[in-house]
């Protein structure tokens, strides 16, 4: 994808124009293995046989008790799956593998310092430290089913045990991302109502201790002032002595849980039976608003989809390692990392750092060390791996029969090299495209079964039914290649069940522009509306386009430009702020911000740099902007309106169009001289 090929106005208007049509096909060694290969698959997961045909995805659990009903719509669009029926998501991913599977690896950790040894937990290691902990939680932390704790801890096995243990209690977790600002996370205590916060004393960043309670230190004041108090802070230990936590205790709150542990060696905590439809945990997400939303997922439906797509189209089989290169603290990491690939009882590997440290082998040399034989990452590392080592992987003794790509739409040149150099030629690569609220995949090629084509996505997979309208809402006819509104036509397990404590914006968001009658409680009036303008080729595949709301995908995940705007007016001197994604060769897109001063403030580097800096200290380093600039005036309509489009246009070195409508059209000129 070059620069001159994109015109970008919203992230939506990206116009990419591939003019690949070449199909690849699964080699017969995977097919012949693969636990999907079906000729009847359509037909069994046709609309007409919709909702019973997510029972087959539910049977791949264990249930305490099976449902009443598979589907309840009662509450629409609060879709209730497989209602009545009882379970525990840690049972499912830990108890249930005891029997035959006791001594198996279900977790590899591996460090991002090489000298320190990867770590393989059991699944009886892994049940031993689930229940010790869950015991910590229940008696020391006081955590009831029901309960919200927050957790911000960076990739580690116990960031599994500690989500395990909470699912084992019926605790919802909300785990933030690590690498999310103190301020980020003091926002998602607040919003979750959590008391408790679950940390870790520190990890390693390309070769950097980082100090990572100090954060959640601060993120406790910032919860504090917002009007949540956190009142234990739970401190996992990974370097005793080296960092904050000797030192910063604070008394009364904080916990170390290591020293902690020792009074619950041997205990054993059972399992609480909860309904399919209460909640399992919650994934905060970028909207429209400068507030992340918690998507609050449930926890039979969830666990039974994605289970079925770790299965069918990820191809996990119990003997398989599985590496999935995503942080735990998304959705991907959610779903592939921990609850699909541990329900199916495979080993999954779990990698703490940077993919290219110490050098362009070190993922080659993970994936040859532990017999990888799955692999699952996003196109931006992806593309960072190709550019700073194009010919590694040849030298590492690995073999991959599928991998995986997730988050932004992959350039076939990139897929090409991922295809030839990472999967050596003989693996399938599965295009998986969908979002934190849909739990697990909407849209992929079947490995087993469909050629792959690279920069589409696949068909909607079994059982999920897209449908695309045009602006209007009418139905954009299939396989018309004309790009529309994606949406799906059906509820599915995997889906968010709410926005936690915003129902209207739940139903308003995603279920708004096609409802035409919202008192109905026939599913068929309440398509799914997912934010992305796709299109369908003739072959049923789809190619997604990109967003269609306010939101910029910057390394395959979700930024809102109202967020990065409102940090950005936290600086005093801020008057206005407006962000458009500026395409970049590794990170798909990256934000760039445009702000105007108050009256009686002038521009300076200092200021620059301090606008900069606060949309780091309020979201995190992910959200950092390509450049600030601080113009005049913001080109806007006649009724005051920001033009984001004729700033993207600027940004991109695309054509502005007729600016003369403006009220103020002088500035355009203006604004590209100090840009360019
Ligand atoms: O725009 C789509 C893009 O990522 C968005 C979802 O982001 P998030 O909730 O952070 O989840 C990322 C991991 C599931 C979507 O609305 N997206 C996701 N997968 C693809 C994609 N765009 C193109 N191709 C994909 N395979």
């Known amino acids: 994808m070059s620069d001159k090929n994109i015109v970008a106005t919203s992230d939506a208007e990206i116009a990419v124009h591939w003019q690949e049509e070449d199909y690849f096909y699964p080699p017969p060694s995977f097919i012949h293995q693969a636990n999907l290969v079906d000729e009847t698959i359509g037909d069994r997961f046709s609309l007409d046989k919709f909702p019973e045909y997510y029972k087959e995805f539910a049977e791949l659990l264990t249930w305490y008790k099976y449902w009443d009903e598979v589907l309840d719509t009662s509450d629409a669009p609060c879709w209730k799956w497989f209602r009545g029926g009882k379970l525990n998501a840690s049972f499912n991913c830990i108890d249930r593998h005891l029997t035959e599977n006791k001594n198996k690896t279900a977790i590899h950790f591996v460090p991002e310092l090489e000298e320190e040894r990867v770590l393989h937990v059991t699944y009886q290691e892994l049940f031993v430290r689930v229940n010790e902990f869950a015991a910590l939680l229940r008696d020391t932390a006081k955590l009831k089913r029901g309960d919200r704790v927050t957790i911000h801890m960076p990739m580690s096995a116990e960031l599994p045990i500690t989500m395990l243990a909470c699912a084992r209690l019926g605790i919802i977790h909300s785990v933030v991302f690590g690498g999310f600002s103190a301020s980020a996370c003091a926002d998602r205590i607040v919003d979750s109502n959590s008391r408790v916060l679950i940390t870790m004393d520190a990890y390693y960043r390309s070769g950097k201790l980082l100090d990572h309670k100090a954060v959640d230190d601060e993120a406790c004041v910032l919860a504090e002032k917002e009007g949540q108090k956190v009142d234990t802070l739970l401190v996992w230990q990974r370097y005793p002595g080296r960092m904050s936590t000797k030192t910063s205790l604070v008394g009364g709150r904080d916990i170390v849980v290591n020293e902690e542990l020792k009074n619950y060696y041997g205990a054993r905590v059972k399992p609480v039976q909860m309904l399919a439809e209460e909640p399992l945990f919650l994934m905060y997400t970028s909207g429209t608003t400068g507030k992340p939303k918690g ?25 398989d390692v599985y590496w999935c290169m ?63 080592g194009p010919d590694e992987p040849a030298k590492y003794n690995y073999h991959f029969k599928h991998m995986t790509t997730v988050g932004e739409p992959i350039e076939p040149e990139v897929w090409k090299w991922y295809h030839k150099v990472v999967g050596k030629g003989k693996a399938v690569i599965v295009d998986t495209y969908w979002q934190t609220e849909t739990g697990g995949f909407l849209c992929a090629s079947l490995p087993g079964m469909q050629p792959m084509k690279p920069g589409s996505t696949g068909p909607g997979v079994p059982g999920i039914h897209t449908i695309i309208f045009d602006e209007n809402g009418n139905i954009i006819p299939r396989g018309s290649g004309k790009a529309g509104n994606i949406c799906i036509q059906n509820p599915w397990p995997g889906c968010f069940q709410t926005i936690w404590g915003n129902r209207k914006r739940f139903v308003d968001t995603y279920f708004g522009m096609y409802n035409k009658n919202p008192s109905s409680k026939d599913w068929r009036d309440w398509p799914y509306l997912t934010g992305d303008a796709a299109m369908e080729a003739a072959d049923g595949y789809i190619r997604i386009l990109g967003r269609i709301d306010d939101v910029i995908n910057v390394s395959g995940h979700r930024l809102g430009t109202k967020e990065i705007e409102s940090a950005a007016l936290t600086v005093p001197e801020i008057a206005e702020a407006a962000v458009v994604p500026v395409a970049h060769e590794i990170k798909g897109k990256e934000p760039e911000l445009y702000v105007s001063l108050k009256p009686g403030f002038d521009p300076s580097p200092e200021l620059q740099k301090k606008v900069a800096d606060a949309v780091v200290t309020q979201i995190g380093k992910i959200a950092r902007c390509k450049n600030v600039w601080i113009v005049p005036d913001m080109p806007k309509t006649r009724s005051g309106k920001i033009m984001r489009r004729v700033l993207g246009a600027i940004s991109n070195r695309g054509d502005v169009g007729n600016v003369m409508t403006l009220a103020n059209p002088e500035i355009v000129d203006q604004i590209k001289d100090m840009v360019s």
């Open 295 to 319: 998507a609050q997922h449930g926890t039979g439906g969830y666990l039974a989809y994605v289970t079925a797509m770790s299965k069918y189209i990820q191809d996990i089989h119990p003997e």
């Open 326 to 388: 995503a942080d735990i603290g998304w959705i991907t990491g959610h779903s592939f990392i921990v609850y699909g690939p541990l329900a199916l009882g495979a080993s999954t590997v779990i990698y703490e750092g940077v993919p290219t440290y110490p050098d362009a082998g070190r993922c080659w040399r993970i994936a040859q060390d532990l017999d990888v034989n799955i692999f699952h990452t996003a196109p931006t590392a992806i593309r960072a791996l190709r550019k700073v």
